[in-house]
């Protein structure tokens, strides 16, 4: 194979999901479009990092200080729902029934993949829910055993707070990150989502 289009595959090949064979059909693709389509692509990935910023409250991808959502006056502000990663709030935007905030935890507890509490964004959640009027956080953390885990935790370090703490149903299948979901299954999981209680509120 010649050089260039080698480096190109190599490229793609690093890429998640991207094995060689799609690797070089894409290029091979890519080498067939008009240059000016090649260049705006190249503008668009060129750019994206310095164009996209993190949320400074939420923690999810924005163009300002605050994304979309927390710089809307149309969402709802006593709910909150916890994800894992950006990409889950996408998801959930996707679907349109959720029109409450988001908080991005950005992974979920692994203490054997070296992701312990301390590496998440608890401590600016806990924060969150000492200064916003929040009724009720729903952990959209997905379906994994880390997610499990990752729920009962925040559902145990927060139970004696005075806002209800409810889970998404569990017609998400075992193991599935939301981003794999398809929308019904996510739509009838977070309208029968169930409430979390460990031990009595503070009143």
């Known amino acids: 194979m010649i050089q260039p289009l080698e480096n190109l595959v190599e490229a793609l090949c690093r890429l998640p999901t991207i094995g060689r ?10 080498l067939e479009r008009p240059q000016d389509e ?3 692509l190249s503008r668009n990935i060129a750019s994206i990092k310095s164009r996209i910023r993190i949320c400074k409250r939420c923690f999810n991808y924005g163009e300002a200080d605050l994304c979309d959502v927390c710089s ?27 029109r409450g ?11 054997i993949n070296g992701i312990t509490a301390d590496k998440l964004h608890i401590a600016q959640l806990r ?14 953390l997905g379906a994994s055993a880390e997610a499990e885990t990752t729920c009962l935790y925040l559902a145990r370090i927060f139970a ?27 739509n009838q999981a977070l309208h029968e989502r169930n409430e979390i209680s460990y031990g009595d509120k503070e009143s």
Request: proline share 4%; with cysteine; aromatic share 6%.
């Open 72 to 98: 809307s006056p149309k969402r709802d502000q006593t709910l909150m729902c916890v994800v894992e990663k950006p990409s889950d709030v996408l998801v959930f935007e996707k679907s349109g029934i959720f």
């Open 160 to 186: 004696k707070r005075k806002f209800k703490i409810s889970i998404l149903a569990r017609g998400v299948p075992a193991g599935t990150e939301l981003e794999y979901i398809d929308q019904l299954t996510l």
């Open 38 to 40: 090649l260049d705006n």
């Open 101 to 111: 905030l988001y908080h991005v935890l950005g992974g979920v507890l692994s203490p």
């Open 127 to 140: 924060a969150r829910l000492d200064n916003e009027d929040i009724r009720e956080l729903i952990l959209g």
């Open 21 to 30: 064979k799609s690797a070089l059909r894409l290029a091979l693709y890519l």
